[in-house]
């Protein structure tokens, strides 16, 4: 595929079609992208359900033998292999050693994560000393507000883009409470344009320069988590501290997603959970972030033991010593069944590397776009073919693995016929199908078969 370098995803498909004297939409295509695919052997560290397995699945129309076509790992992503066989190990040193296990093995309970924590700062772009793998993300995104958001009578907002994720409006509405501010006025909700699905990064940054006197913290999310934007990081934060703003970032739906660079962006703030790209299994262990910039004036509002000096944290004489940065925002051990999943798909990230992993990304999502675009848009005309519309930008550096569509007809009778045909993806209130193809373990194959498999469930409503 050398010749097609610096080409579109469609001008790719279309240059290999022409090369393979097949339509674009030929499952030769996908056969041939799949053959060019150097990160294609990852997929063998995952475990992938079968059609047979998936609850839904119609076996009349499938076959329960083959994988299916999993599609959401922006809801959930796959098991590594590895997981079973590290916790095993756990169990079995729980099961000989008992107490021992806190200080032997290659996972010493006592700071087994602590061994993972420069793998995760290689996904977000961070320095080690940065980034602390605790609790889950809301609770970790309130223990980073306790000392971020610190309003005044001035500054006491908050932006973020209106219907954010749950967990970060919730914390942020609670946290504004908490302080003796109304969220009716503290919360600052950006919407996009009428008739627009998705913000404008201009509209961000005017917003963030109109009203940044009053905003004390700016917390956006990397990846929208409905939509699928990715929001311009480095931007944001440069304009928000300009304004002399905190800025803050709920990265769930980036990291493993996209490139992240946290640390050289100057980002005063970030939290994740992992089980969605990063698949650490449902509840995974969490991520925070916290810039070495702030090492001596941002210290956490909440003391727990683990943030105590590993060195002198068993000396047990209740006078706090203190760990720099993220790591003294840390409370409590944290579970090792928890780790053991975390650690197997991290090590499957060093096999790769973003960089390369997002280059897939934007030639695999690129073809599920022109796929869908080329055989399921709108009609001139006024036909009532049912067809669909992508609400996710079309800029591939505006946007992560995730499509999100909507439909001329009923969604959730799409999401029950694909499910039939085994299908794993997500319907999200009110109106959208969310489909990730995700590079660390889809195919372009799997692609192929979705949208084979969309045609098929467009005309059995």
């Keep these: 595929m050398d010749r097609s370098e610096g080409l579109t ?27 060019e695919d150097g990160l294609r ?18 076996l009349s129309l499938v076959d329960g033998s083959q994988e299916c076509i999993y599609l959401a790992g922006n809801s959930l992503g796959l098991q590594p292999r590895r997981a079973w066989t590290y916790l095993r190990e756990e169990l079995d040193k729980w099961a000989k050693s008992g107490v021992h296990g806190h200080t032997r093995g290659s996972r010493p309970w006592a700071w087994a994560e602590n061994n993972l924590e420069g793998l995760m700062a290689d996904l977000v772009g961070a320095k080690a000393e940065e980034v602390a793998l605790m609790n889950g993300l809301t609770v970790n995104l309130h223990l980073l507000l306790l000392s971020f958001y610190k309003p005044t009578a001035a500054r006491h907002k908050v932006l973020l883009e209106d219907k954010a994720f749950p967990s970060d409006h919730y914390a942020v509405e609670s946290q504004i409470r908490l302080r003796g501010f109304d969220p009716e006025g503290s919360m ?3 919407a996009p344009r009428p008739g627009e699905q998705t913000l404008r990064t201009q509209d961000i940054l005017e917003a963030i320069e109109r009203e940044g006197d009053s905003i004390a913290v700016v917390m956006f999310s990397g990846v929208q988590y409905y939509t699928g934007q990715l929001f311009d990081m480095a931007a944001i934060a440069q304009a928000g501290q300009k304004k002399g703003c905190f800025v803050g970032f709920d990265c769930a739906h980036a990291v493993g997603n996209v490139e992240l660079k946290l640390h050289d962006w100057g980002v005063d703030f970030a939290c994740w959970c992992s089980y969605k790209y990063v698949n650490s299994g449902a509840g995974g262990l969490a ?11 941002i210290k956490p509002a909440l003391l727990g033991w683990w943030g105590h000096d590993l060195g002198t944290r068993f000396a047990m004489d209740n006078e706090m010593e203190l760990q720099r940065g993220v790591s003294g925002f840390r409370l409590s051990n944290q579970p ?7 650690q197997a798909s991290l090590e499957v990230f060093q096999e790769g590397s973003m960089q390369a992993l997002r280059r897939k990304s934007l030639l695999l999502t690129g073809y599920l776009e022109y796929l ?11 036909t009532h073919t049912p067809h669909v519309r992508i609400i996710t930008p079309s800029d591939p550096r505006q946007r992560g693995c995730q499509l999100s569509l909507c439909f001329s007809v009923n969604v959730s009778g799409i999401h029950q016929e694909l499910e039939k045909r085994g299908v794993a993806c997500d319907m999200r209130e009110p109106s959208v199908l969310r489909v990730a193809p995700v590079p660390l373990y889809n195919s372009f194959a799997d692609v192929h078969g979705f949208v084979q498999a969309l045609g098929a469930a467009m005309r059995a409503l």
């Design 287 to 297: 991520g925070a972030f916290v810039h070495q910039k702030h090492d001596h004036d």
């Design 9 to 35: 995803a469609r001008q790719t498909v279309e240059w290999i079609a022409a090369q393979l004297d097949r339509s674009p939409t030929s499952a030769d295509v996908a056969s041939y992208l799949d053959q």
């Design 336 to 342: 090792i069944l928890l780790v053991c999943p975390l």
């Design 188 to 190: 600052l909700r950006l």
């Design 372 to 382: 869908i675009q080329l055989q399921f848009s709108e009609q001139p005309g006024g």
């Design 41 to 58: 052997h990852l997929r063998d560290r995952f475990l992938v359900p079968k059609m047979a397995d998936l609850p839904q699945a119609d």
